[in-house]
């Protein structure tokens, strides 16, 4: 059902799904962001549509509610161990169509990757989406390229208007929720970017491996795996026991988040390193986003968000290092 309303009978219609729902949204933290005079937009709790950011781009993505950054996975003691007790409530997660699409990677690789996740699976079912229109994307956006600029998959789908709200319900429960006035719109979606990207298909480890353009990141890159952090799509993680201090036996492993970028991540028992040098460290990570993944699951595993090149403190973009890594295949740039 396609309706529209005002916002305070939005506000009023996300009071009640509030009782059944955690409801997740980029929000504004003054002054937290990564200089001591700039603000940080991030995925936290909302209780009303004013409290969501959608004119700027969050830094972090919905993954922080599905994938938190340190988890319990276990809590153990000399005899036994426990699993924490499941969120009973669920999530209504806000976020545009592009974060909808990373989740769709996350599903393939946590749930239909050989075996399913139980702790993200205990998440994930209770989640529900509302997508919202994005018309006209960032300067560092390029989700055309990467076909993640729509999706029909929302339980909600929302146009935010000057004075009133244009909402789509698919889910049938949330039908009693809004009051509004039937009418018929589309949800407004990125149809063009500044940045185009043009990827070739079947790209070979053996095709780049070796390519000088890899030498660029040695020096450049400083391996702080901030563009991890903030993508959307990126899964590495590694485990963490902390032991109690009351009880040495006892405590609790963790899964907490880690990059592919730094140091000692791909390090081996006995002391072997896979990728010591930077640029080998960044052609892995472009390798994993526009080739290898596409070739098992049949799309490419980024998103085309741009966070990463919003975040990188040496301003290494990947759109251009993908850009360049195409002219190089096709001959354009040696």
């Given at each position: 059902?396609?309706?529209?309303?005002?916002?305070?009978?939005?506000?009023?219609?996300?009071?009640?799904?509030?009782?059944?729902?955690?409801?997740?949204?980029?929000?504004?933290?003054?002054?937290?962001?990564?200089?001591?005079?700039?603000?940080?937009?991030?995925?936290?709790?909302?209780?009303?549509?004013?409290?969501?950011?959608?004119?700027?781009?969050?830094?972090?993505?919905?993954?922080?509610?599905?994938?938190?950054?340190?988890?319990?996975?276990?809590?153990?003691?000399?005899?036994?161990?426990?699993?924490?007790?499941?969120?009973?409530?669920?999530?209504?997660?806000?976020?545009?169509?592009?974060?909808?699409?990373s989740?769709?990677?996350?599903?393939?690789?946590?749930?239909?990757?050989?075996?399913?996740?139980?702790?993200?699976?205990?998440?994930?079912?209770?989640?529900?989406?509302?997508?919202?229109?994005?018309g006209?994307?960032?300067?560092?956006?390029?989700?055309?390229?990467?076909?993640?600029?729509?999706?029909?998959?929302?339980?909600?789908?929302?146009?935010?208007?000057?004075?009133?709200?244009?909402?789509h319900?698919?889910?049938?429960?949330?039908?009693?929720?809004?009051?509004?006035?039937?009418?018929?719109?589309?949800?407004?979606?990125?149809?063009?970017?500044?940045?185009?990207?043009?990827?070739?298909?079947?790209?070979?480890l053996?095709?780049?491996?070796?390519?000088?353009?890899?030498?660029?990141?040695?020096?450049?890159?400083?391996?702080?795996?901030?563009?991890?952090?903030?993508?959307?799509?990126?899964?590495?993680?590694?485990?963490?026991?902390?032991?109690?201090?009351?009880?040495?036996?006892?405590?609790?492993?963790?899964?907490?988040?880690?990059?592919?970028?730094?140091?000692?991540?791909?390090?081996?028992?006995?002391?072997?390193?896979?990728?010591?040098?930077?640029?080998?460290r960044?052609?892995?990570?472009?390798?994993?986003?526009?080739?290898?993944?596409?070739?098992?699951?049949g799309?490419?595993?980024?998103?085309?968000?741009?966070?990463?090149?919003?975040t990188?403190p040496?301003?290494?973009?990947?759109?251009?290092?993908?850009?360049?890594?195409?002219?190089?295949?096709?001959?354009?740039?040696?």
């Amino acid at each position: 059902m396609k309706i529209t309303l005002s916002k305070e009978n939005f506000n009023e219609g996300l009071k009640k799904l509030a009782k059944e729902y955690k409801i997740y949204a980029p929000k504004l933290f003054p002054y937290e962001g990564r200089f001591s005079d700039t603000d940080l937009i991030r995925y936290a709790t909302v209780d009303s549509l004013e409290e969501m950011v959608f004119d700027k781009k969050s830094e972090f993505s919905p993954k922080e509610v599905l994938t938190p950054h340190s988890e319990t996975m276990f809590y153990f003691t000399e005899k036994e161990y426990k699993e924490p007790d499941v969120e009973e409530k669920g999530a209504l997660i806000f976020l545009r169509a592009c974060d909808r699409h990373s989740v769709k990677r996350f599903d393939e690789i946590y749930l239909r990757n050989k075996f399913s996740d139980i702790y993200y699976n205990n998440r994930r079912e209770k989640v529900k989406f509302a997508v919202i229109g994005c018309g006209e994307g960032f300067d560092s956006c390029f989700c055309v390229s990467m076909d993640s600029n729509k999706t029909d998959e929302y339980d909600l789908g929302l146009n935010i208007k000057e004075d009133a709200v244009e909402l789509h319900i698919k889910d049938d429960g949330m039908l009693g929720h809004f009051n509004g006035e039937k009418s018929d719109f589309e949800i407004d979606f990125a149809t063009e970017n500044k940045i185009v990207l043009n990827i070739p298909d079947n790209i070979e480890l053996n095709d780049v491996i070796d390519l000088e353009m890899w030498k660029e990141y040695d020096k450049r890159c400083v391996a702080c795996g901030r563009c991890n952090f903030v993508c959307p799509t990126c899964t590495c993680t590694t485990m963490q026991d902390v032991f109690y201090s009351e009880n040495k036996n006892t405590g609790e492993r963790r899964r907490v988040w880690a990059s592919c970028h730094v140091d000692g991540f791909s390090e081996m028992a006995g002391g072997h390193d896979f990728r010591t040098k930077h640029g080998e460290r960044m052609r892995f990570k472009t390798m994993h986003k526009i080739a290898d993944y596409k070739r098992r699951f049949g799309y490419h595993m980024c998103t085309g968000c741009g966070r990463c090149d919003d975040t990188c403190p040496e301003y290494i973009s990947f759109s251009n290092c993908v850009d360049k890594l195409t002219k190089v295949l096709e001959g354009e740039d040696e």
